[in-house]
C-alpha cells in the first residue's frame, strides 16, 4: 500500500505520509497482516512506494522496490515476507521511486530477476549486482515487465513508447515504432500543402508529420524530430515553414529544418521565473512576426527569439493556498503561502494582435487589450488549483473566449467549460450534453461557423452546434483515449491524444452546413473544393502490410448526403461546369478480379465504395479521375497501398476547375457546385495542363475505338472457330481465309509498352497496350507531355487508323461467306455477339 498525494503545483514530486506498508493475505483478503520486518517504516524512514516481485520457482522467494528517503533499495525475503533484508541501494535501479516499482523474478531461476527504472536492469545474484541490459540515454522509461512462464527467453516491456519484446533473452527485441502509442502533450499544424502536424511526446522528444505523404500513404518518410523535448508545444513560423520553436520547461527552442540544427533561444537563462513541463508557445494569429511565451509572466518576442520583452506581471495566484483533498499530505509542503502557479494556457486573439488572454494552472483568467495592462476576469465559481488547460479567442468578435478548466487534480472529474461574450464580464457554463465524468482539456471554436464548437475530454471529442448550449459525441472511429489538445485546420479537426498519436477528421464540411432543418427531409451537402494531389508517388516494390504506415486522407472529393428514409433508387452524378456527366455511380466498370484470377493477394485490392440507400449520413470519395480507358489488361499497379490500391489504368485525372455532384434519390435530384484546385506544389501552368488533358483525351477516345474493335474482332474469330469443324470444300476455305485475315490483326497479345516494329505489333490488339502506354507516360504527373510523348501519341493514333482501315476490309469479306453459310444451312456471322473472355494472360501479373 502506498500513502501518497501529488499536488497540483508538482511535476512530477509526490507527498507521502503514515501509512505505507507492505501487507499480506492469506485467507483471500478478509484479513490482513503488515510485513516489517527489517523493511523501512514511515516514522524514521519515510517510507514510500513497494512493488513486490515472487519467484514462481520458490514462492517463499521474494523482492520488494523500496522507495525511502533514507533505506531506499531492492529488498529480498527467504521466507515468504516474513523478514526481510536489504540487498541493493543503487540508485539506478530503485530511484524515483514515486515514478517506477516494478520487479519481476524470472519462472526458472529464483536468483535472476529484473526491474524497471528509467533503463530496465538484470541482476542473476539474487539482486545484489544488477546490470542495465535494455535503455538509451535519457531514458526510455520503463514500467512494465512481463515474462513468459514457460519460456523465460521470452519477456515484454511496458514503456513510455509502447512496448518491446524480446524472444531470444534480451539478445535482440522488437520495435516499438509499429504502435501507434504517442503521448502527445499539444497539436498544430502549419500552413503548407500538405500541411504538417507537430507536437512534443512524452519520452521521445518532439515529432513533425506530414498529414498526407506523397506515396500513397504517411510512412517513416513522412516524419522527423523537429528540436522540441517531449513535453514541449511546438510553434512553427507562420512565415517560415523551415524554423520551427519548441518550448519544453526551461528552454525554448528554434529549430532550421533545413541543416537541422537546433538554437537555444530561451529568454531567462538562470531559473529567475517559474516554468511548467509545458510552457505555452504560440505566434499570433493576427501578426505572424508575434511569438508568445508563458511563464509566471508572459514574454513576447518579434524577432525569433533573439531578444524577448516581458509583457505582463506574474499573472498566477499570490497565494494559492493548499487543496483540501491534500489532507495530511500536506504537511510535506515546506512552500506554504508562495506563488507557485504558472501561465498554463494563451489564446491570442485571431483578430487583433494586443489582445490577449492567458489561464494559469491555479485557476485565474487574465485578458489585456494593449499587451501591457492586464485585467483579471476570472470566473467567480474557479477556486485555486482550477487549472485553465486552454482558452480559445474568438475568431468572430474581440468579446468572447472559450475556457477549458481541469480539476481533475482536485478530485473532480467533471466537465468543466466557460464562456463569455462580453470580455469577461459573465462567464456561461456550457457543459449540457457531456457525461459527468468527462474531465475537458480543450475547447476550438471553428474559425469559419460562428457557434460551432469542438472540446476534447480523457476520453473522446464533442461537437456543440449552438455555441456550447448543447454537445454530442463526435467519437466516430476515435479511440478512447485522453483527448490532450485539437485544432481545426482548413476543413479538417486534428487531434493531439495521451497514448494514442495523432488523428485527424478529414473534411468537417458537413458539420458546418448543419443546422436543425438539414435532417428532416434528403439532403446533399456542398462538397469542399478539392485538391488534386496523385494518389500514389511510389516507384518501387510497394511497403509491406506489417510496415507501420498512416492512413492518407481520402483521394479526391469527399461528398456527404443524408437519406431520411431508405431509398429505393440512388445515382450519383460528377458533371463539368457545362453540366456534362463525366461519372456515374452505382456505374458498369468491370468488376475487379476475383480471389482466383488474381496474383496478389486480395488486402492489396481497394475495395469498390458502396452508395448506401440506407437512412442516416453517409460519405462517398470521387477520386476526381473520369471513366476508366477501355484497355484490354488491367492490373494493380507496383504502387500498391494495404487495402487501397485501385486496378490501373484509371480513368483522367480531372483538370482544375469548376465541376457539380447531382444525387437522385427515388427521382428528386438535389445539385451542388465544387472546385478542384491544382496541387500548391506543381509549377506547370493551366496551358501545360490543358495539353495533357487533350493527349490523355485523344488516347482515352483511341481506346475505346480500339477496344470496340477488337470485341468485334474476337467475336467473329469466336463465331469461325464454331462454324470450322461443319463447314466443307469452299465454305471451308473462305472461313479459313476470314480467320487468317482476322487473326493478323489479333497477333501479339496486348504484351507491354509501345513497340510497334514488325507486321504482329501493328494488331489491334498490340495497339491497345501500346495506346495504354503513351496513355499511361502523359499521365504520370502534372506536366505538358514532353516532345516524343506527343510524338508517340501521332504515331499510334496513325497506327490504330492504319490498322481499323485494315480491319474494315475484312469485314467487308463477311457479307460474302455469309451467302455461303446460307446456303449451307449454317447460322451467319454477327458482329453483335458477345465476344468471349480475353485470354488468361491479359489478367495482369509480373511483367517479363
Given amino acids: 500500500m502506498w500513502a501518497s498525494r501529488r499536488p497540483p503545483w508538482s511535476v512530477g514530486d509526490s507527498y507521502n505520509a503514515a501509512g505505507s506498508g507492505l501487507y499480506k493475505t492469506t485467507d483471500g483478503g478478509d484479513h490482513w497482516q503488515q510485513l516489517t520486518s527489517g523493511l523501512p517504516d514511515w516514522e524514521h524512514d519515510k517510507l514510500g512506494r513497494i512493488g513486490i516481485g515472487i519467484a514462481p520457482s520458490n514462492p517463499r522467494r521474494m523482492y520488494a522496490m523500496v522507495d525511502s528517503t533514507t533505506k531506499g533499495g531492492v529488498y529480498r525475503s527467504d521466507d515468504a515476507g516474513e523478514s526481510w533484508k536489504r540487498v541493493n541501494n543503487d540508485a539506478r535501479v530503485w530511484g524515483r521511486g514515486s515514478d517506477f516499482a516494478w520487479v519481476r523474478v524470472s519462472p526458472k531461476d529464483e536468483n535472476t530477476i529484473y526491474v524497471a527504472n528509467t533503463s530496465s536492469y538484470k541482476s542473476t545474484d539474487g539482486g545484489q549486482n544488477f546490470v542495465a541490459w535494455k535503455g538509451a540515454p535519457g531514458g526510455d522509461d520503463y514500467h512494465t515487465i512481463w515474462i513468459n512462464p514457460k519460456n523465460p527467453d521470452i519477456i515484454l516491456l511496458g514503456v513510455d513508447q509502447g512496448a518491446t519484446i524480446t524472444v531470444n533473452g534480451g539478445r535482440t527485441w522488437s520495435s516499438w515504432y509499429n504502435q501507434p502509442t504517442a503521448q502527445l502533450y499539444h497539436v498544430i499544424t502549419d500552413d503548407q500543402h500538405p500541411y504538417w502536424v507537430y507536437s512534443g511526446q512524452q519520452e521521445s522528444g518532439s515529432a513533425g508529420v506530414l498529414s498526407r505523404g506523397n506515396d500513397g500513404q504517411i510512412t517513416s518518410n513522412d516524419w522527423h524530430p523537429v528540436g522540441a523535448d517531449e513535453y514541449s508545444y511546438v510553434a512553427p513560423d507562420p512565415l517560415d515553414p523551415n524554423i520551427i520553436y519548441g518550448g519544453p520547461r526551461f528552454k525554448v527552442s528554434r529549430f532550421h529544418r533545413d541543416t537541422g540544427q537546433v538554437e537555444d533561444v530561451t529568454p531567462f537563462l538562470l531559473g529567475e521565473f517559474r516554468t511548467n513541463r509545458t510552457m505555452p508557445l504560440l505566434f499570433s494569429k493576427k501578426d505572424p512576426h508575434l511569438l508568445l511565451l508563458g511563464l509566471n509572466v508572459m514574454f513576447k518576442t518579434t524577432n525569433g527569439g533573439t531578444s524577448w ?266 458533371l463539368d461546369g457545362a453540366f456534362h456527366v463525366l461519372r456515374t455511380f452505382p456505374n458498369n466498370d468491370r468488376p475487379a478480379p476475383t480471389p482466383k484470377e488474381l496474383h496478389v493477394p486480395t488486402y492489396w485490392v481497394r475495395l469498390l465504395q458502396e452508395l448506401s440507400k440506407q437512412p442516416g449520413m453517409h460519405r462517398f470519395v470521387w477520386d476526381l479521375h473520369f471513366t476508366p480507358p477501355d484497355v484490354l489488361s488491367r492490373d494493380y499497379p507496383i504502387s500498391a497501398i494495404y487495402h487501397d490500391t485501385p486496378l490501373a489504368p484509371q480513368g483522367i485525372l480531372a483538370p482544375p476547375g469548376e465541376y457539380v455532384v447531382r444525387l437522385t434519390v427515388n427521382g428528386h435530384e438535389f445539385m451542388q457546385p465544387f472546385v478542384v484546385k491544382g496541387d500548391p506544389r506543381v509549377k506547370a501552368s493551366d496551358e501545360d495542363l490543358q495539353q495533357q488533358y487533350a493527349i490523355e483525351q485523344r488516347m482515352v477516345n483511341a481506346l475505346h475505338d480500339d477496344y470496340s474493335n477488337v470485341q468485334e474482332l474476337r467475336s467473329l474469330r469466336a463465331q469461325l472457330n464454331d462454324l470450322k469443324p461443319r463447314a466443307k470444300g469452299a465454305l471451308a476455305d473462305s472461313i479459313s481465309k476470314l480467320d487468317q485475315q482476322a487473326g493478323a490483326l489479333e497477333a501479339g497479345g496486348s504484351g507491354f509498352g509501345a513497340n510497334l516494329t514488325g507486321p504482329q505489333a501493328q494488331s489491334l490488339t498490340r495497339l491497345n497496350s501500346a495506346l495504354a502506354h503513351v496513355y499511361e507516360v502523359v499521365s504520370v504527373a502534372d506536366a505538358a507531355p514532353t516532345t516524343q510523348a506527343v510524338a508517340a501519341s501521332d504515331k499510334v493514333e496513325k497506327a490504330l487508323a492504319a490498322a481499323i482501315a485494315r480491319w474494315n476490309e475484312v469485314k467487308a469479306e463477311i457479307t460474302s461467306v455469309n451467302r455461303q453459310l446460307q446456303s449451307g444451312g449454317l447460322p451467319a456471322i454477327d458482329l453483335k455477339k458477345p465476344a468471349p473472355a480475353p485470354p488468361e494472360d491479359e489478367g495482369g501479373g509480373d511483367e517479363p
Fill in 309 to 574: 520583452e516581458q509583457i505582463s506581471p506574474d499573472l498566477s495566484r499570490p497565494d494559492p493556498g493548499t487543496p483540501a483533498n491534500l489532507g495530511v499530505f500536506a504537511d510535506s509542503d515546506s512552500q506554504k503561502g508562495k506563488h507557485r502557479g504558472v501561465i498554463y494556457s494563451i489564446a491570442p486573439s485571431p483578430l487583433d494582435a494586443n489582445l490577449i488572454w492567458a489561464g494559469t494552472d491555479d485557476g485565474l483568467i487574465h485578458v489585456t487589450r494593449d499587451a501591457k495592462n492586464w485585467q483579471n476576469v476570472t470566473p467567480p465559481e474557479l477556486t485555486p488549483w482550477s487549472k485553465v488547460a486552454q482558452l480559445d479567442a474568438g475568431h468572430f468578435d474581440g468579446e468572447t473566449v472559450y475556457a477549458a478548466i481541469n480539476r481533475f487534480r482536485l478530485d473532480d472529474l467533471h466537465p468543466h467549460i466557460y464562456r463569455t461574450h462580453d470580455g469577461g464580464k459573465t462567464w456561461q457554463t456550457i457543459v449540457n450534453g457531456l457525461p459527468d465524468n468527462a474531465a475537458v482539456n480543450v475547447i476550438r471554436e471553428d474559425p469559419r461557423r460562428k457557434g460551432l464548437l469542438f472540446a476534447g475530454t480523457e476520453t473522446s471529442v464533442w461537437v456543440s452546434f449552438d455555441d456550447g448550449d448543447h454537445w454530442q459525441s463526435l467519437q466516430q472511429n476515435l479511440p478512447a483515449t485522453s483527448v490532450r489538445d485539437l485544432v481545426v485546420h482548413d476543413d479538417d479537426v486534428v487531434v493531439g491524444t495521451h497514448g494514442r498519436s495523432f488523428w485527424i477528421l478529414d473534411d468537417i464540411t458537413a458539420l458546418r452546413q448543419m443546422r436543425p432543418q438539414t435532417l428532416s427531409a434528403d439532403f446533399l451537402f456542398k462538397p469542399a473544393n478539392v485538391y488534386r494531389y496523385r494518389r500514389d508517388a511510389w516507384t518501387d516494390t510497394p511497403l509491406p502490410p506489417e510496415e507501420p504506415a498512416g492512413k492518407n486522407p481520402p483521394d479526391g472529393a469527399i461528398i456527404d448526403y443524408f437519406l431520411k428514409s431508405a431509398a429505393n433508387d440512388l445515382k450519383l452524378e460528377i
